[in-house]
C-alpha cells in the first residue's frame, strides 16, 4: 500500500518556517473527506515513521498532526518524538475530561499542544494551561470572535495564535496587527506591496540564458560565451556541475565541458535554481524550497507524457511560478520584463494552456486540493498513482538543492 501525504508549511511573524501541517490523503480517488478520521491519522503516522520517513516530509522541522479524540487514547502521538511533532487535537472532538486527562498527560511528557479550527467555548479555558498555540480559521472567523478568543487567553500569555488560510497580504498584515504569531496560507505566495526591483547585471545575463535555453536547440557556443563573460556564473557551474550530485570520475575544468557534460536537461535546471535563488535572496528560505519543489514536481510529471510537452519547460515554468512573491509585484508585470518564452508566459500569467495545466496541478497538490487535483490530473491523462511518488521525490531533491546552492 502507499502512503500520500502533502505539507503546507507554517510560518512565525519573521516569514521564518517554523514547521509543516502534514495532511493525508488515501489517494486522489479517496479524498480526505470521505476517509475517517481515527483511519486518516493512524495511517499517516504509520507512513511518516515507517514508509517515507517523517524528517524527510519536513526537513526536520516540527510536523503539525492531527490528533481524534480515540488515537490519542491508543497514544499514537508519543510513537514519535515531543520534539518531531505538534499535536493538533482536531475540531470535532468535544472538551471533555477524558479529553482534559489525555492533554495533561502530553503536556507533562513534553509534547506541544494545539487546537485546530478554534470555536471558542468557555469550557476550554480548562485546557488553556496545556494548550501552546490555537489556531482559527481565518476566512471562517470574524474580527469580532477573534477578539472574543484573544480576551480568554489574555491570562494565559504561553499561547499562541495561528491564522489558517490567510490568502492575502492584507490577511496577513490584519492577523499580524491582531497579535497571531504564526501563519498558514498562501499569503507567502502572493505580492505583498507594489513595486519595482530592477535586476542587477548578473541577474539580467541569467535572463538571457533562460531565454536561450528555452529553445528546443540550444545554442552551446552563445551559451558559451555568455558564461565565459560572468566570473560568478562561470565559478557556481563549475562547482554545481562538480558536486556529488553528479557523482563525475573526472574533474570539468572548462565551461565549454561542464555544458556539454551536463547537457540540455541539466544546463537548464541549473540556471533556473540559480536565477530563482539569486531573486530570492533576501526573501524566506521556504520561498526558494517551494519554487525547487514547485519545479521538479512539474518535470516529473511532465516526464510522464514526454510526447505532450518538454520536462525543462515544465521545470522552468513551475521554478518561476512563485516570482510575483520574489519580486513583490504582479506577475502580469514579472513576466513582461523577462524573455521567456510566450507559451511559459501565458502559463504564468493566466494559467492557459498546457502548462498552465501543469502549474495548476502543482497548485492543487501543493494545497492538498485533491479532488481538483484528480479533474487536472484525468483532464492530463497522467496516471494518477505515480503522482504523489513525484511529489514526495521533488521534496527530497529540493531538501538537495538547497544544500548545493545556499
Known amino acids: 500500500m502507499?502512503?500520500?501525504?502533502?505539507?503546507?508549511?507554517?510560518?512565525?511573524?519573521?516569514?521564518?518556517?517554523?514547521?509543516?501541517?502534514?495532511?493525508?490523503?488515501?489517494?486522489?480517488?479517496?479524498?480526505?473527506?470521505?476517509?475517517n478520521g481515527d483511519e486518516a491519522t493512524s495511517r499517516l503516522i504509520e507512513g511518516s515513521q515507517f514508509t517515507f520517513g517523517l524528517e524527510e516530509l519536513t526537513g526536520n522541522k516540527p510536523a503539525y498532526i492531527?490528533?481524534?479524540?480515540?488515537?490519542?487514547?491508543?497514544?499514537?502521538?508519543?510513537?514519535?518524538g515531543n520534539d518531531e511533532i505538534v499535536v493538533e487535537i482536531l475540531e470535532t472532538v468535544q472538551p471533555g475530561k477524558r479529553l482534559l486527562a489525555l492533554t495533561k498527560e502530553l503536556k507533562e511528557q513534553g509534547y506541544t499542544l494545539a487546537l485546530d479550527d478554534y470555536q471558542h467555548q468557555n469550557v476550554w479555558r480548562h485546557f488553556y494551561p496545556y494548550i501552546d498555540i490555537i489556531k482559527i480559521d481565518y476566512l471562517q472567523t470574524s474580527v469580532e470572535q477573534i477578539e472574543e478568543v484573544i480576551a480568554a487567553i489574555k491570562p494565559f500569555p504561553h499561547i499562541k495564535l495561528l491564522a489558517e488560510k490567510v490568502e492575502t497580504y492584507e490577511q496577513y498584515q490584519q492577523a499580524m496587527d491582531l497579535g497571531f504569531s504564526l501563519f498558514q496560507g498562501f499569503f507567502f505566495s502572493k505580492p505583498e506591496m507594489v513595486q519595482s526591483k530592477a535586476l542587477p547585471p548578473s541577474e539580467l545575463t541569467l535572463a538571457e540564458l533562460l531565454y536561450e535555453t528555452s529553445t528546443t536547440e540550444l545554442?552551446?557556443?552563445?551559451?558559451?560565451?555568455?558564461?565565459?563573460?560572468?566570473?560568478?556564473?562561470?565559478y557556481k557551474l563549475l562547482r554545481y556541475s562538480n558536486s556529488a550530485m553528479f557523482k563525475r570520475r573526472t574533474e570539468i575544468a572548462t565551461i565549454k565541458q561542464a555544458l556539454v557534460v551536463l547537457g540540455a536537461k541539466e544546463i537548464k535546471k541549473f540556471?533556473?535554481?540559480?536565477?530563482?535563488?539569486?531573486?530570492?535572496?533576501?526573501?524566506?528560505?521556504?520561498?526558494?524550497?517551494?519554487?525547487?519543489?514547485?519545479?521538479?514536481?512539474?518535470?516529473?510529471?511532465?516526464?510522464?507524457?514526454?510526447?505532450?510537452i518538454d520536462s525543462g519547460r515544465a521545470f522552468l515554468a513551475a521554478m518561476m511560478s512563485?516570482?510575483?512573491?520574489?519580486?513583490?509585484?504582479?506577475?502580469?508585470?514579472?513576466?513582461?520584463?523577462?524573455?521567456?518564452?510566450?507559451?511559459?508566459?501565458?502559463?504564468?500569467?493566466?494559467?492557459?494552456?498546457?502548462?498552465?495545466?501543469?502549474l495548476a496541478l502543482v497548485a492543487q497538490y501543493e494545497h492538498a486540493q485533491w479532488q481538483e487535483a484528480n479533474d487536472t490530473i484525468e483532464k492530463m491523462k497522467l496516471d494518477g498513482k505515480r503522482v504523489p511518488d513525484a511529489y514526495h521525490e521533488a521534496i527530497l531533491w529540493a531538501q538537495e538543492q538547497m544544500k548545493a546552492i545556499m
Open 2 to 35: 502507499n502512503f500520500y501525504a502533502a505539507r503546507q508549511p507554517i510560518l512565525d511573524r519573521d516569514k521564518s518556517l517554523v514547521g509543516y501541517e502534514l495532511l493525508f490523503r488515501d489517494s486522489l480517488d479517496n479524498v480526505f473527506p470521505q476517509i
Open 66 to 80: 492531527n490528533f481524534t479524540l480515540e488515537t490519542l487514547a491508543k497514544g499514537y502521538a508519543t510513537t514519535m
Open 322 to 358: 512563485l516570482l510575483d512573491a520574489i519580486l513583490d509585484q504582479n506577475m502580469s508585470e514579472v513576466v513582461e520584463r523577462l524573455p521567456l518564452a510566450q507559451d511559459i508566459k501565458e502559463a504564468l500569467r493566466d494559467g492557459k494552456g498546457e502548462l498552465g495545466d501543469y
Open 219 to 234: 545554442d552551446l557556443a552563445k551559451i558559451t560565451a555568455v558564461f565565459e563573460r560572468d566570473v560568478n556564473l562561470s
Open 271 to 308: 540556471l533556473s535554481l540559480l536565477f530563482a535563488a539569486q531573486l530570492s535572496s533576501d526573501k524566506p528560505a521556504e520561498l526558494m524550497r517551494l519554487s525547487l519543489t514547485r519545479a521538479r514536481f512539474a518535470e516529473a510529471l511532465a516526464e510522464q507524457h514526454p510526447d505532450q
